[in-house]
DNA sequence: CGACGGCCGATTGTCGACAGTCGCTCATAT
DNA sequence: ATATGAGCGACTGTCGACAATCGGCCGTCG
């Protein structure tokens, strides 16, 4: 009971808990590639049984954030760029474009203010400088429209595709985007989704995520 | 003790013992969407504890076959024909696109002919009317292939792709292709990767996985 | 007669213990 | 010195039991 600190479970699972910790671990680097993860440590540290942690590190290893093998322990890995480039940002381009298809006709009001207040809190974040909370505002805003797509598998596999984007572009890719660019984008992301044009939209997202890579020192955050 | 080179007899664990089992289960179709899977019924079926279960129920889930509620349950999922043809083909287009790329620099002559082997087999299957062995073929065909580029994540997003695929196709898909044809394809795509040209083997497979979904009736079978 | 609220069975979530496997160390033999 | 292999820890894989939660049943009350 100390370090990573497990104390309720109101409505999340142990299981969900423990995946939610070292996925953050291992995204902000503090877990790097190679370092072992050991099942009794890390029930011990986190307070539960290894049951829920067994369970969450399966869940890391589908999302390639990190790989087992039988009765030697798990380790973290690291992710490529060229399978950022090549595979995790096509795929991403793949289901965004689905699922912001469906979303179009769902979207109400209320659903386009929030996506709107998520931009105007990356402005703010942009302007103070909060590299993390802006990525945390561009997940966000991707994950709203996904979710409004009522696209369950599309939304799962971008969950399990996420988090290994944004391993690469937080610990293992150092040139970042223009954080003021960031929010400018999202916002023109928004106005598309207003007119409501269906091809408009699918073009706007697929150079919306395909600019993470373009230019000199390739992606700035991640979304 | 038996020759060298002897290959490991990994004597799978209970939890992939259980996941296959289901896998096979679901895709076949003898698990139908909506049949709810107990986690005690099915540990006591197939004589393991529910740990192995859970672990394997878990895989599932995230495969896309399953979808299970807190403290409620699992449940078997269809697929839909939308999501077949706008996320999971293209999907698999870019993970074979960039895994045969890979892949190509490192096929030894033994890979080849083994794969004639496989294509071999499938005339064999195609002859004699035997769709599953043919199915079969052909996702050992691309598995193989996919196995040499030696990108892990590939792999391994393939095999979690690929059940739903195979599920859609095998059970909610009525046509086929031409079996003969299937074989023929798979000729095709192993001359072009014999020839060795990159450029012509990216083109080659991306219209050897659309061709599923192209023309008249949809899909033939998977892969 | 219908709404409310507590009980009950069924099933999942979690735990602690035991068994199996792997890699390493170190004595032993060559 | 090198190779061999038994022994030893350190973990993971699996199990059976317990606790928590859900949904429906049923009696009660308005």
Redesign the interface.
């Known amino acids: 009971m100390s370090g990573l600190g497990l104390r309720r479970v109101p409505s999340l ?1 142990r299981r969900e808990h423990v995946a939610e910790i070292l996925r953050e671990a291992i995204t902000s680097g503090r877990l790097k590639p190679g370092d072992r993860l050991v099942e009794l440590d890390l029930a011990a540290e986190l307070g539960t049984s290894r ?1 829920p942690v ?2 969450a590190l ?2 890391l290893e ?1 999302e ?1 954030l990190i ?1 087992s093998y ?1 009765y030697r322990g798990s380790e973290v890995l690291g992710v490529s760029q060229d ?1 950022v480039e ?2 995790l940002v ?2 991403r381009i ?2 965004e474009r ?1 699922a912001f298809g469906k979303a179009l006709e769902k979207l109400t009001d209320a659903d386009l203010d929030a996506l709107q207040g998520l931009v105007d809190d990356m402005l703010v974040a942009a302007g103070a400088g909060e590299a993390e909370r802006l990525a945390d505002l561009d997940i966000r805003f991707h994950e709203l429209v996904i979710t409004r797509s009522e ?4 939304l ?2 971008w969950k ?1 595709i996420q988090p ?1 984007v944004r391993a690469y572009f937080r610990r293992d890719a150092p040139a970042h985007a223009d954080p003021a660019d960031v929010a400018r984008q999202h916002q023109e992301l928004l106005d598309v989704l207003r007119a409501g044009d269906l091809d408009v939209v699918l073009d706007a997202v697929e150079r919306h995520i395909h600019i993470h890579l373009t230019p000199p020192g390739a992606g700035d955050d991640v979304g």
Do not use: D, Y
């Open positions: 699972s049951a067994r369970e399966r869940q589908q390639g790989a039988p399978e090549q595979v096509p795929i793949t289901l689905f696209q369950r598998h599309c799962q596999m399990t290994r």
